[in-house]
């Protein structure tokens, strides 16, 4: 059974950072690809980054390109994202994501296959 629990969320300042932690279970990284995607109050969800099971490559979204980084540790079956330069449009649910495909699937149709419950972002100007 695939379990995803995110931690790390809070209360940051514009321009600050912050690092987002995913726990999982049920699958290894080798066989799903990983990711995070957030949703702002009024606004439609959004894949921002994700690493690929099949290349193994990082993929982001034009949003966080350059601030945000993905990561993750095998060894721990946890996957992090480490965000910097955050601002008050970075505000958010983020919530941490596994999926099938192994592909690049910040923009597949319905969103990936496997979600987390959501951690709280908040970044105050």
């Known amino acids: 059974q695939v379990q995803l629990v995110e931690s790390g969320g809070g209360l940051v300042q514009a321009g600050g950072s912050l690092t987002l932690s995913c726990e999982a279970s049920?699958?290894?990284?080798?066989?799903?690809?990983i990711g995070w995607f957030r949703q702002a109050p009024g606004k439609e969800r959004e894949g921002i980054a994700c690493i690929s099971s099949w290349d193994g490559r990082a993929y982001y979204s034009d949003s966080v390109k350059g601030r945000f980084t993905i990561s993750s540790d095998n060894a721990k079956n946890t996957f992090y994202l480490h965000m910097s330069g955050l601002k008050p449009a970075d505000t958010a649910v983020y919530y941490c994501t596994a999926d099938t495909t192994g592909l690049n699937f910040l923009k597949k149709p319905y969103g990936p296959d496997y979600w987390g419950r959501g951690t709280q972002v908040t970044v105050s100007s």
């Open positions: 049920g699958f290894t990284f080798d066989n799903h690809g």
